[in-house]
T-cell receptor, first 115, second 114 residues
Framework: GESVGLHLPTLSVQEGDNSIINCAYS??????FIWYKQESGKGPQFIID?????DKRQGQRVTVLLNKTVKHLSLQIAATQPGDSAVYFC??????????????FGAGTRLFVKA | EAQVTQNPRYLITVTGKKLTVTCSQN?????MSWYRQDPGLGLRQIYY???????DKGDVPEGYKVSRKEKRNFPLILESPSPNQTSLYFC?????????????FGSGTQLSVL
């Protein structure tokens, strides 16, 4: 899972296996959640999102699960490929002070895919 | 091509020398935001803007200024940079200002303050 600190949590999986990356978010008022993928030397890229009125959403090879009771989010990647190697961030969105929204990111999980 | 463009990509400066990092998006997005990324800490929001002339503080605004005079541009200003502002900075944009949606990120600006 994700945590704040100097060293990123790491997940190592065999190519072809499924990956599960976990995230605990902080604010019960957050109503929109996103997973981003960041490859080395690049900015984060959107993977999948989910709103608080859902508990599961599927994309291509990815599934996001939301458990609001325990404030937990997970990203499942099916048939993990070498190109999935990256750092994965969860993000929660909540209302800001002047009507906009703030985004709070988790510290990230580094996924290594072994060939 | 739809994109968020940051400049410069790399910047080395000295303590106290004012600098500006530019950010521009060509997607007509209302929302723009700046983040800094430090090892093991994820991305932390510095400032955001819901639309032209509307800005608000994120979680780590101290030592930074922003302005949003045009919809496409959102520069980040460091009036008097200090070594603790050495970091990787990302600009991002999103379609609607008041409803959260996915963010589109620039490629980042690596800043070193000596």
């Amino acid at each position: 899972g994700e945590s704040v600190g100097l060293h990123l949590p790491t997940l190592s999986v065999q190519e072809g296996d499924n990956s599960i990356i976990n995230c605990a978010y902080s604010n019960s008022a957050s109503d929109y959640f996103i997973w981003y993928k960041q490859e080395s030397g690049k900015g984060p890229q959107f993977i999948i999102d989910i709103r608080s009125n859902m508990d599961k959403r599927q994309g291509q090879r990815v599934t996001v699960l939301l458990n609001k009771t325990v404030k937990h989010l997970s990203l499942q990647i099916a048939a993990t490929q070498p190109g999935d190697s990256a750092v994965y961030f969860c993000a929660e969105n909540m209302e800001g002070n002047t009507g906009g929204f703030k985004t709070i990111f988790g510290a990230g999980t580094r996924l290594f895919v072994k060939a | 091509e739809a994109q968020v463009t940051q400049n410069p990509r790399y910047l080395i400066t000295v303590t106290g020398k004012k600098l500006t990092v530019t950010c521009s998006q060509n997607m007509n997005h209302e929302y723009m935001s700046w983040y800094r990324q430090d090892p093991g800490l994820g991305l932390r929001q510095i400032y955001y803007s819901m639309n032209v002339e509307v800005t608000d503080k994120g979680d780590v605004p101290e030592g930074y200024k922003v302005s949003r005079k045009e919809k496409r541009n959102f520069p980040l200003i460091l009036e008097s940079p200090s070594p603790n502002q050495t970091s990787l900075y990302f600009c991002a944009s999103s379609y609607r200002g008041r409803q959260p949606e996915k963010l589109f990120f620039g490629s980042g600006t690596q800043l070193s303050v000596l």
